[in-house]
């Protein structure tokens, strides 16, 4: 019988832990990365390696573009229908993708593109 209660102390602690962690807790593991705020100033093209497109609609406060610099910097951009330079630079990174696939990432610029599982 003395064995019997410790068994029943952890049990009873793991169902506590079970249920105290709850759905508010699950959602906050599953923050996003937000662009709270971004610069018009213009990113020079030859800095960045990607882009991803930020949606209101996902849970962010406003739409964005969000660079990706070499340096892995995220850098937050106003949405690509205010703005010719972030329309230009998507345009530009989306030729380099398509020029990396097509010779299978062997130039040297395409390497760190590799890893991105675009």
Known sequence: MASFIPALSVILCALALILHSGPAD??????LDCCLKFS???IPRNILLSYQ???KSD????????????KALKLCAPPATD???????????DQRLKKCKETKFHEKRCHALKNLHI
């Open 26 to 31: 699950a959602q906050a593991d599953l923050a």
């Open 40 to 42: 018009h100033k213009v």
């Open 53 to 55: 497109i930020q949606f």
């Open 59 to 70: 849970g962010c406060p406003s739409d964005a573009v969000v660079f990706v610099t070499r």
């Open 83 to 93: 703005n010719k330079w972030v329309i230009d630079n998507i345009s530009f990174l």
